[in-house]
């Protein structure tokens, strides 16, 4: 799509990051020379990657939440600011400022299950590479004796028969397993079987028992 609107208007389109409680539009965005992640404006705000549970401050490179503090607002500052997306900081490239991954997911999303931290981004990662399962999945939530259990459903595409279901079924329980570290159930819907909220289908269905 970038390209298109690039070609059809002759213009550099770049990518920007803000938020409303920070500043708004213009916190980060990408440069025209590389167009690799988005740079922060480290003179204006310093960035933290912190662990969504723990809040302990991660190394470079490795993905968490983002936080920001800001160096020069002075009519409402914020301090170690918690956004809840999900993302990583990068070296500089074209410029010398430290860039931010594009944003994967909101750690409010988190589903900890079995003590395993798992995002619905992670499940969807897996889904678009699988063959004969279109891009639409739901994670069910719920308690079996004293154990959680999550189950992926994802919608086949209509042309996947039987056998091509069964494959990618196989196919995504291996590669969560592999990818995330936990055991889940998986199931291959029908086209159109989930439910859907003006066009979007919820990602989660948490139905586990909350009692202590």
């Known amino acids: 799509m970038r390209q298109e609107i690039e070609e059809r208007f002759a213009i550099d389109a770049v990518d920007i990051y803000g938020l409303s409680e920070v500043i708004g539009p213009g916190v980060a965005q990408e440069c025209v020379e590389t167009k690799d992640h988005l740079h922060i404006w480290e003179d204006h705000f310093y960035p933290e990657v912190v662990d969504p549970v723990t809040g302990e401050v991660l190394p470079e490179g490795e993905r968490g939440e983002l936080v920001f503090t800001s160096l020069t607002k002075e009519a409402m500052p914020v301090v170690r600011y918690r956004t809840r997306d999900l993302t990583r900081l990068l070296p500089g490239t074209a410029r010398v400022f430290r860039r931010m991954e594009k944003v994967t997911g909101r750690s409010d999303d988190m589903v900890i299950l079995r003590g395993v931290n798992l995002f619905p981004t992670q499940i969807e990662e897996i889904v678009l590479c699988t063959p004969g399962v279109a891009p639409h999945f739901q994670l069910r939530l719920t308690t079996a004796g004293r154990m959680d259990s999550l189950t992926v459903r994802a919608e086949a595409r209509p042309d996947a028969d039987a056998t091509a279901r069964e494959a990618a079924a196989r196919s995504i329980t291996a ?20 439910e859907r909220s003006v066009g979007k289908i919820r990602r989660i269905v948490d139905l586990r028992d909350k009692r202590d």
């Not at 590669?175 to 989930?194: N, Y």
């Open 175 to 194: 590669a969560v397993k592999d990818g995330i570290g936990v055991s889940v159930d998986v199931e291959i819907v029908d086209p159109e079987t989930l």
